[in-house]
């Protein structure tokens, strides 16, 4: 999707607008069955033992929420959070979830707004994201789904918003950040040379910036303070970072950064060779180990 519509920026030579339209528009924008207009069953809830949507905002949008239950018919030992990354749904996350939900966890999985069967026209990276999340743990709270303390485990994208959920919410007790970036401007600059070298190639950093600051408009947040690494110190709630040394799309520096701006509660676990796909699909497991035993260590016992 990225190299597609990056393409088609070239077309005007100079001018920000198409750039900046494409950092800011979340994935279902142009979706007319994203979220509950779609008369089929999210592909979650097939898997899940309970669904929900959750309307949040402001700007108002329609959450896809499941929740899997703990294995084995046991009482939940706590609430973890799953979220997922950009152009991508909750179901993509189902590994994770699935050890989660073994190790005696209850599980939420959530569509991002924008994504998935979750309604949304803006991207903000992990800022509104992360105040649609805090919405969500009161409505699970309302309705007494929410067991024990609560964890937040996010990929990417999501672990962005899940370090701006624990700055936002005190709540959270416990932060499983899978291959976040730090700072807004230097993650989409990167993302676009990875996803569109042919096209990054020819912008200048100029123009790059000039159209970070139009989709901040865009999309209602602030570029230059909306940053994981200032979000990561207004919380008191222990980090665990994952990152793959060999990540080309959030390169292993972010979690060097974020634990360095908060040394006190962060503990980094740099994953030799690692990339962003193989961390995300979690082929070996030891992404859902790190997280089942950051969990186990934290919630319940703070």
Known sequence: MFG?????MTVVAGCCHPLATLMASAPNRINPLAGPSNPLPPLESLIADRHLWVPVGPPEATLSVSIIEPKGGVSPRGTVLVLHGIYARAITMLPQARALSYAGYRVVLVDLR?????TGRFLTYGVREAQDISQVIDALDQQQLIAGEIGVL???YGATT???LAACDPRVQAVVAVEPFGMVRPEIRQF???????????ISDTQFQRAVDRAGAMAGFDPDGSDAVDAIQRTSAPVLLLHGTDDWIAPYWNSVVLEQ???DHCERVPIPRGGHASLWFDLDGSVS????EWFNRWLGSR
């Open 4 to 8: 597609v519509l990056a393409a088609t």
């Open 114 to 118: 924008g994504h998935g069967r979750s």
């Open 154 to 156: 996010g990929i990417s």
């Open 162 to 164: 899940s370090i701006h």
């Open 192 to 202: 676009g040379y990875v996803m569109a070298p042919e096209i990054a190639y020819f």
């Open 261 to 263: 701006a908060a040394p």
């Open 289 to 292: 180990a790190h997280a089942v």
